[in-house]
């Protein structure tokens, strides 16, 4: 699988980072090396092997439904970049 | 008591417990220290006043003849672990200015076991590097050095191998999601272990790879991290994978007798290209262990090659996902945005200024490989293999091996700078060390010998899960007799 500027743009977009189009192409043979070393992983037999979902055999706890903290805006809110009137505010959203 | 800063964990305790010192010299000494040491770029956020606070209550403690495992010892904290209003930046961009509101629970442990905090600890972004380059507050040194070239002290957790190797602490934590405890640990000539996944809470430690990452603790023995161990584990409510299971006394688990074990040498970790001083040194450990009354066997791992692929899936799709909550909105660094940028521009160019090359390399190979089409092809079979891969460690246990001992690195430090041509070729620094984070085993690194410039080279040893305390007093056997007491002459 060879992955082609337009791809690397794409990955970009959906991960949500900006890359200038002059960056592209280096992006694009940066993931094609680690998509190479990647690539081994066809050569193992995985038939009938389940996909590890947990790599302790445990089962995750369980707790009664009921609520345990808040009441905390301030806290919450203390880091926020920009934080007005009890919320976080970004760029309008709707228009 | 001079040079109290070159102490180890048990020496201070029970220095601290005679009267012989207190937490305030210990203190006042790792702090001259890491004023001397700038040029190590270990420490990069210091917090004087409160380890003072600290060290004062500490004595208190001790006086008052209440005194727990860790109290007055002056210790550091890796910058991925959240501390109450002090800086916690994972060393990235995108956290500048965070100040977290809560403490993470292995650094609340630590403290309410008495431990005093010196400051936060250099480490690659994210965690994710293995030589503290990809850092934004600038490389990590290692105190070692055989030429006129600045040594990396490997990473991720480069800044609390340096600081401890340099005695300027006492121990330090790390996190170790590939084997970045257990690899900075034998760059340094330091002791480094991973507990078995689920032994530390992983609440409050800023995520990489949440199903890889865990917590331990670096210091200079092996004792010292049976007790740095036991003092940070606990079962967490918060943490939904933290074990609940007792913590044992790993320090009295320590009676270096390991007759009768049985300790395997995998072939698989046999590669091709390695230096013959690396062989050499995992044939003494295993006669050094054989020496000890341990029966060493061959066992075959045959899955090992291909640990180190499946995590470049597994870990940076775990990361992806995981960092997407650097978004500009809650905490951290908002990019300055121009007239009309909406959300999407928000988000885009925040991540793009805050994230360094190495994070945006990981968060996009995780992105393409969760996207649609690919997600069977990569993620669904890197799970699969890595199934396989704590299958191979589940069979030669079933076998009676009780702890398998590897190398820890493939080379000694390198210097800084020399192996960013590839970035797979920075990867393979964690081949003997990702097969353990895979199968979620407990793994030590113990400091072993020098190798021809005089650089400290580590054995690993890997045990069976939840049995750091047998792995540990295997480790300490192997220290007996390995003797490493070289330290790094101070240039800095």
């Known amino acids: 699988m060879s992955i082609d500027e337009s ?6 977009k959906l991960a949500r980072i900006k890359v200038e189009p002059e960056q592209l192409p280096a992006l694009a043979s940066e993931f094609n090396t680690i998509l190479g070393f990647i690539e081994q992983l066809g050569e193992v037999d995985v038939d009938g092997v389940d996909p590890m979902t947990s790599v302790t055999p445990q089962r995750l706890k369980r707790r009664v439904d009921e609520v345990t903290d808040g009441n905390q805006q301030g806290a919450v809110l203390a880091n926020a970049p920009d934080a007005r009137e009890g919320f976080f505010a970004v760029p309008k959203v709707v228009e | 008591m001079s040079d109290l800063n070159k102490l180890g964990l048990a020496e201070a305790r029970d220095a601290l417990r005679k009267g012989d010192t207190t937490s305030a010299e210990l203190t006042a000494a790792c702090l001259t220290a890491i004023d001397g040491a700038g040029a190590l770029n270990a420490f990069v956020h210091h917090t004087p006043e409160i380890a003072t606070a ?14 727990p495992a860790m109290c007055g010892l002056p210790i550091g904290i890796k910058d991925l672990f959240c501390t109450k209003g002090v800086p916690s930046q994972a060393g990235s961009r995108i956290l500048e200015g965070f100040l977290p509101e809560y403490e993470s629970t292995v650094s609340g442990n630590l ?6 905090m010196l400051g936060k600890l250099n480490m690659d972004e994210f965690a994710m590097g293995s030589s503290n380059e990809t850092s934004v507050y600038g490389n990590a040194v290692n105190p070692w050095k055989v030429d006129d070239r600045a040594l990396t002290p490997g990473g991720s957790s480069g800044g609390s191998a340096s600081a401890v190797a340099a005695d300027l602490c006492l121990a330090a934590t790390g996190t170790d999601t590939g084997g970045s405890i257990r690899q900075p640990a034998a760059f340094t000539g330091i002791t480094g272990i991973k507990p078995t996944y689920g032994r530390c809470s992983r609440w409050g430690i800023v995520a990489f790879a949440s199903s890889l990452d865990q917590a331990g603790p670096m210091t ?14 606990s079962h967490d409510p918060k943490d939904s994978t933290s074990a609940d299971l007792p913590v044992p006394n790993f320090e009295a688990m320590l009676t270096g007798d390991i007759k009768g074990k049985k300790i395997g040498i995998p072939a698989e970790y046999r590669m091709d290209g390695m230096p013959g001083e690396i062989e050499t040194l995992w044939t003494r450990g295993a006669d050094m262990l054989r020496d000890a009354g341990a029966e060493i066997v061959d066992i075959a791992l045959p899955h090992t090659k291909y640990a180190l692929p499946a995590y470049y899936v597994i870990a940076p799709a775990e990361a992806s996902s995981n960092l997407a909550r650097y978004d500009g909105v809650r ?5 300055k945005l121009d007239q009309g940028d909406g959300i999407t521009e928000m988000y885009e ?13 990981r968060v996009m190979i995780g992105t393409y490989v969760l996207s649609a089409g690919f997600y069977d092809a990569y993620y669904n079979r890197a799970r699969k293999v890595r199934t396989l891969i704590k299958k191979d460690f589940e069979d030669v246990f079933a076998a009676g091996i009780d702890a398998i001992l590897t190398p820890a690195t493939p080379s000694a430090a390198f210097g800084l700078g020399e192996a960013w041509d590839d970035p797979v070729q920075m990867y393979l620094n964690d081949v003997f060390t990702v097969t353990v984070n895979m199968a979620g085993l407990p793994g030590i690194s113990v400091p072993a010998g020098l190798d021809a410039q005089g650089l400290p080279l580590g054995l690993q040893l890997i045990g069976r899960p939840w049995e750091e305390g047998d792995l540990l007093n295997t ?18």
């Open chain 1, 7 to 12: 791809t690397a743009a794409r990955v970009a």
């Open chain 2, 54 to 67: 600290q060290a004062k209550a500490a004595d208190a403690r001790i006086k008052a003849g209440d005194a």
């Open chain 2, 111 to 116: 403290l309410e076991a008495g431990a005093v």
């Open chain 2, 220 to 233: 200079k023995s092996v004792r010292d991290a049976a007790i740095m161990l036991e003092a940070m584990c």
């Open chain 2, 331 to 335: 905490y951290g660094h908002r990019a």
């Open chain 2, 349 to 361: 160019k925040t991540r793009a200024e805050g994230f360094g090359d190495e994070v945006k390399r």
């Open chain 2, 475 to 492: 480790a300490y056997a192997l220290e007996a007799r390995a003797g490493f007491v070289a330290k790094p002459g101070k240039w800095w």
